[in-house]
């Protein structure tokens, strides 16, 4: 009964102001003029988790908590950086191993990397990173350009002040070593 109520509906409304979403024009004529019910084109599957995150339209769950813990450690990293270059002309000491200046290189990196993929989501989608859970990947975005900002003022600083910038290595007889 039902099936044929719907064959008289499709019979008698034009075809335009009777198409189902996802349902083609020819589609939709096909149905009529064969008298079979018609099933709604499939829609695309999801993308993956990682290509919705990338793209901005998710918060992403754990890996963008992730992601944002790590992006504000590394800004606070720069931050520590940037002040102790700025008063002292050198940046952070080696550190046991050379651990503190493995992590502030690796912050620098990690900002940059940061600031890459917002230019490019932003390129993309039009609108920024996603804040992700807790706002910590939009924290961890505007922290990283404001640490570059600061990098950026602290070197023409350092320029003016010691004449040059250190070099990333320390070397013997040099201002950092």
């Known amino acids: 009964m039902s099936r044929m109520l719907a064959l008289l509906l499709l019979a008698a409304t034009p075809t335009l102001a009777f198409q189902r979403p996802g349902l083609s024009l020819r589609r939709a004529s096909a149905v009529r003029s064969s008298a ?4 709604p084109v499939r829609t695309p599957p999801r ?19 992730a992601l944002g813990a790590l992006g504000v450690f590394a ?4 931050f520590v950086s940037e002040f102790t270059l700025k008063t002292t002309g050198c940046g952070l000491p080696a550190g046991p ?15 940059v990397a940061l600031i890459g993929w917002s230019v490019a989501t932003k390129v993309q989608t039009g609108k ?17 350009y404001l640490a570059a900002l600061a990098g950026i003022v602290i070197a023409g ?10 070099n990333a290595v320390p070397s013997e007889g040099a201002r950092c070593s």
């Open 75 to 78: 800004s606070l990293v720069c």
């Open 157 to 166: 600083l350092t320029v003016v002040d010691y004449g040059s910038i250190p």
């Open 97 to 111: 191993g050379g651990l503190y200046g493995a992590v502030e290189g690796l912050s620098y990196l990690a900002i």
């Open 47 to 65: 993308p993956a988790r990682s290509a919705v995150l990338l793209n901005g339209a998710d918060d992403g769950g754990a890996p963008a908590a």
């Open 36 to 39: 079979a019910v018609a099933h």
């Open 128 to 144: 920024g990173l996603p804040a992700g859970p807790f706002g910590l990947l939009g924290a961890a975005e505007g922290l990283a």
